[in-house]
């Protein structure tokens, strides 16, 4: 059954006007644990996402269903929202109410329902897309839809995954959830949150998405643990150069021979080419360099591999088996690493010879079966 007749089925028929959304997962093309190093990310909307149904109440509650979840939440715009942990996903969406209200915004009530294709927890941004999404709908019942910001849109998703959720990530996926264009990616300034769309039509080529279907275990301690080994490595340079530094992408590779301590100086290392490879990589997609744009993914999840330290024994063995197959450009891990998902760029041509070769490989070194998904680059959240 179609979500719109499950949707009557749940809330019942509804004579007022009933609204449909879209918001996208994201895959980071190039530029991975750079946003909160103030540095260039590469990433866009992918095909996959989480859909919304929503119709207006004429009362001051919220009602938010999901098909893949159990749990329902209840909001009443009247009364104190606070987190609660069986609330589970519904929690992100009551964090965007509280900040929404905090903000100033008469929120209107409503009945939504939700239903998502986005693998959970793959490294896809299946939180972002649900912040972004819940926010876009209830901005859309008070505002036109050219209205809604969606630099704030971007902002209020981090800052609920920040401070409500209690996950310390960057503004990367809220950033390419709510902004990205089609058949482009977003060349993202994360210092000035100033963007520009990089035309990426790959003539001939599709992006493949290769979940390792590896649970990303810890990765919200080990990310924790990466950025704070950064601002340690941003203050010894700081403090040996005695330079008013805001981020460690405005640091050069001369830099690093102030940094003694070995792993900080790999992280340091680590950042400041992949900041590097982003700019080249805008470059080389504006002049259409397929092969140059897949040679900088493999430098990329190198530099993840020997330096950051994100990837894992899954994440290699999917990348390595991707970059045995003639007529794969390249490959790399996509998001925060410790498992999740890797992207590759691979002749369209062979793209079932490929997910078939790489499948099963990956399976007999790993025991685990890999998931494919062809992708093209969407816009970002949107009525449908
Ligand atoms: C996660 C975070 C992002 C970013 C990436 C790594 O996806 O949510 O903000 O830091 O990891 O590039």
Redesign the pocket.
């Known amino acids: 059954m179609d979500l719109l007749s499950i949707f009557h089925n749940i809330y019942g028929k509804s004579e007022k006007t009933i609204l449909q959304f879209f918001s996208p997962g994201r895959i980071?093309l190039i530029?991975?644990?750079?946003?909160?190093n103030g540095g260039y990310?590469l990433p866009g909307a992918i095909n996959l996402g989480i859909y919304g149904v929503m119709s207006p109440r004429n009362d001051t509650k919220i009602y938010l269903k999901s098909m893949d979840f159990p749990n329902e939440v209840e909001v009443d715009l009247n009364k104190a929202i606070e987190y609660k942990i069986e609330d589970g996903w519904g929690n992100y969406a009551k964090g965007i109410i509280k900040y929404l209200l905090e903000d100033g915004y008469s929120l209107k009530g409503c009945n939504i329902l939700i239903k998502g294709d986005l693998p959970n927890g793959a490294?896809l941004?299946s939180s972002?897309a649900l912040e972004v999404l819940i926010g876009y709908m209830l901005l859309f019942l008070i505002q036109k839809p050219e209205e809604i910001d969606k630099k704030y849109l971007a902002l209020l998703g981090?800052r609920v995954?920040n401070k409500f959720i209690g996950?310390n990530?960057?503004?990367?996926?809220q950033f390419t959830v709510a902004n990205a264009k089609k058949d482009h990616a977003l060349l993202l300034n994360t210092q000035h949150l100033s963007s520009e769309y990089i035309p990426c039509y790959l003539n001939g080529y599709s992006l493949v998405i290769m979940n390792t279907n590896k649970r990303r275990e810890l990765a919200s301690s080990n990310?924790n643990q990466r950025r704070q080994e950064c601002e340690n490595a941003l203050e010894t340079i700081k403090k040996a150069k005695k330079a008013a530094l805001n981020n460690l992408c405005e640091c050069t590779l001369d830099d690093l021979k102030y940094i003694k301590n070995e792993v900080e100086y790999k992280r340091a290392r680590h950042v400041i080419t992949e900041n590097q490879r982003v700019i080249k990589a805008a470059n080389l997609l504006k002049n259409n360099d397929l092969k140059g744009f897949g040679e900088l993914l493999v430098q990329s999840h190198n530099s993840l591999k020997h330096d950051y330290e994100v990837t894992g024994f899954e994440l290699d063995t999917i990348v390595e088996e991707a970059l045995k197959i003639p007529n794969c450009l390249g490959a790399r891990m996509t998001?925060?690493?410790f498992g999740g998902c890797a992207i590759a760029l691979v002749e369209e041509n062979i793209v079932d010879s490929f997910i078939k070769s790489v499948s099963k490989n990956y399976h007999q070194k790993t025991k685990l079966t890999p998931e494919f998904y062809i992708t093209t680059l969407e816009d970002g959240v949107r009525q449908i």
């Open positions: 980071n530029g991975e644990h750079i946003d909160y990310v490294g941004s972002a981090q995954e996950v990530s960057g503004i990367m996926d990310y998001g925060a690493g």
